[in-house]
């Protein structure tokens, strides 16, 4: 394919072959390019993991980085997504990883077929995070291996969420079963046809993985202000939560994490948590996803 911009792109199948790949270059797996290849990272909106993952796996595959800064670029005298994207495709670009915080800017540029340069959704407002979703999904898999009737929690921020949007879509279509908890007025109707929405403390005995979210600041509004504290006392993974937890259970996050907010700060590097697991998987989820796009293109 020669974008992927949206997890409804991919079925099981897709979504798995991609998981397998990423094991493969978790497992040493190495590739050489056909051609050189270039790649432009547009962040228009802040990011860590997701920035220089994209960074480490292009360099591990072999590609070129051309720097691009949202601050310095064009774009802030007038110059469209779509302009700057058909400037970078004419200087060579073979992809562009692209964070917006326009839900589904992609729409637009992909309407008319008149790109001809690889877009990767690095996150679109509250809409997808396909390579977050993946990445979450390799490390589910690393656990359980099988995703059927596995019990998924999600908690937290979930309507301001491209993560709880993409993860819930993919679990369920990879057979297992999803359950949201927290406040009620961050859930929406639009996530019904996923999961049930429960208590967290009747739901979390029962879970193979707990989901947190991060309470997304930057989309609540201005005049919307969260109690920290209280936050964390009715929604957050405290000790005595972390004790409730299953065994085998585990918890992710995609972080950046608020410690001591959604989790105890000592449980961020505890022996459930794979909150940094999803960091180093990212990085090879990000390779099988270039390498998809590099094979379209014929580099790879
Ligand atoms: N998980 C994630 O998208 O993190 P960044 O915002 O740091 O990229």
């Known amino acids: 394919q020669p974008n992927l911009v949206t997890i409804d792109q991919l079925d099981a199948e897709d979504a798995l072959d991609l998981i397998h790949e990423a094991q493969a270059y978790k497992a040493g797996k190495t590739v050489e390019l056909k051609r050189p290849a270039y790649a432009?990272?547009?962040?228009?909106?802040?990011?860590?993991?997701?920035?220089?993952?994209?960074?480490?796996?292009?360099?591990?595959?072999?590609?070129?980085?051309?720097n691009f800064n949202a601050q310095t670029s064009s774009v802030n005298k007038g110059e469209s997504l779509y302009d700057t994207l058909k400037t970078i495709e004419s200087i060579g670009v073979d992809i562009a990883v692209i964070r917006h915080s326009e839900n589904n800017y992609y729409r637009d540029l992909l309407k008319n077929h008149h790109l001809n340069i690889g877009i990767v959704n690095a996150?679109?407002?509250?809409?997808?995070?396909?390579?977050?979703?993946?990445?979450?999904?390799?490390?589910?898999?690393?656990?359980?291996?099988?995703f059927h009737d596995l019990k998924v929690l999600i908690v937290g921020d979930i309507s301001h969420s491209r993560v709880a949007r993409s993860n819930a879509q993919m679990l369920t279509r990879l057979g297992a079963k999803v359950y949201f908890a927290g406040p009620k007025q961050w859930f929406d109707?639009?996530?019904?046809?996923?999961?049930?929405?429960?208590?967290?403390?009747?739901?979390?005995?029962q879970m193979d993985v707990v989901n947190l979210l991060r309470i997304q600041n930057e989309r609540l509004g201005a005049d919307i202000e969260v109690d920290t504290g209280d936050y964390h006392?009715?929604?957050?993974?405290?000790?005595?939560?972390?004790?409730?937890?299953?065994?085998?259970a585990i918890i992710i996050h995609p972080a950046p994490v608020n410690r001591g907010v959604e989790i105890d700060s000592d449980l961020v590097e505890s022996p459930k948590s794979r909150i940094f697991t999803?960091?180093?998987?990212?990085?090879?989820?990000?390779?099988?996803?270039?390498?998809?796009?590099?094979?379209?293109?014929k580099a790879l």
């Open 40 to 66: 432009m990272n547009l962040f228009f909106e802040d990011s860590t993991r997701t920035k220089s993952s994209f960074q480490m796996a292009q360099l591990k595959l072999g590609m070129k980085i051309i």
């Open 123 to 146: 996150g679109d407002g509250s809409g997808q995070h396909p390579s977050q979703c993946l990445l979450d999904m390799m490390t589910i898999a690393e656990q359980f291996h099988c």
């Open 189 to 205: 109707d639009t996530f019904t046809q996923y999961g049930e929405y429960g208590e967290l403390d009747d739901l979390l005995p």
């Open 233 to 248: 006392e009715r929604y957050g993974l405290t000790k005595a939560r972390y004790d409730q937890m299953k065994e085998k």
């Open 278 to 297: 999803q960091m180093e998987n990212g990085v090879f989820v990000r390779m099988a996803i270039l390498s998809r796009i590099l094979r379209y293109r």
